[in-house]
């Protein structure tokens, strides 16, 4: 076994390509993690590293419960794997059946998948399938919006708007447009929860409507808060219009909550948060408190119905993983959400989320602190870019917080934090002190 040291042997380091990663800059300063617990990471050279991101916005429930962990054990001891292509296994309807009761509004039909990347692209293919079964075939327009992370897959860098993940993997889908992005600085910098300007940006949508038709647009897809981009909280109102003109239009609208489900906003999903229906989720991350990886996708029992009565193919939808409805994320889901149960975990961060507002937004006179943002327990400090050398300053303030014993995220020149959902005053109390060292102290 490689121990932690021997793992930071330069020659050990070689063979992994990380993902989002400069490789370079990693392998000569390698961060490695070892164990975690609670809320803290132990860093390979055992220091404590505070857990300001919950991973990467997924383990709500805080690391290392031992619930979920035999709950995996005890599965794949009893059995390691069956598929779900005309076959089955209980722990997987049970699963669809636990998640069932918590999806919001008629969203009551799950379609397992492995990750959000999946998740989305099967929010999508399910949009498309949906129009062409009940005889809107030419429906075949899928929408997303300037600035938005939809993962990874082709699908989800299609109606995704983030131009780096975008710029290197060729045209993407055909006929897919974007509506513009939420972010209005001028108007609404240090604003705390939803601000007051850009609900009138979703009339966007009819721009695109007078351009393509709506006889030709399957789908919108949104993040009810766009966190990847650096958190963009939806002007109050906006979400109630985009639904509004999908319906007037008889378009489909996707909320991808793969950060926004499980409490980050402290409710059950951004759907309930705001109020606002869609006709399908796309989640992962939080379903299974990042033990294994897993996605879903809840569709509403109108779409359902509709493949199960108008299908003329045996097969209603022809897609699916492997891995769909996998018995380990299955068993590791299922405990997750007895804890967010038991625990009440998503009103615990409703409790929290005043304190976690005025933390955030202390840092208003810090420096570099251009505009803050907040809404739940996800935080978004923007800081100017240093002249000639964009995100370089918020890169150094990673580094130095996490040599302070803070995980943070940076993406761009904001710094986004997400913590578990059972994060204490103190943790946030220490988060705020060690971001504002870090920040005086980077040029
Ligand atoms: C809104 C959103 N959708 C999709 C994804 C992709 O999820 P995954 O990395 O599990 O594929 C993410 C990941 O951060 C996300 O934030």
Redesign the pocket.
Known sequence: MTSPDSALDAQDLENLWMPFTSNRAFKTKPKLLTAAKGIFYTSHDGREILDGTAG??CVNAGHGREEITQAIAHQAAQMDFAHSFNMGHPLAFQFAERLARITPYDLKRIFLTN??????DTALKIALAYQRVRGQGTKTRLIGRERA????GFG?ISVGGIVKNRMWFGPGLPGVDHIRHTHLPEQNRFAKGQPEHGADLADDLERLVQLHDASNIAAVIV?PVM??TGVLVPPKGYLQRLRALCDKYDILLIF?E??TGFGRLGAGFGADFFGVRPDII?L??GLTNACVPA?AVAVSNRIYDTFMQMSETPIELFHGYTYSGHPLACAAGIATLDIYENEDLFARAAGIADYWQEAMHSLSDARHVVDIRNIGLIGGIELEPRPGAATARASEVFDRCYDKGVMIRVTGDIIALSPPLIIEKAHIDRIVTTLREALDETA
């Open positions: 990467l916005w990750s959000g990347s999946e998740s989305v992370y939809h993962g990874v989800g993040e966190g990847s991808d793969v950060i796309c992962a991350k996605g």
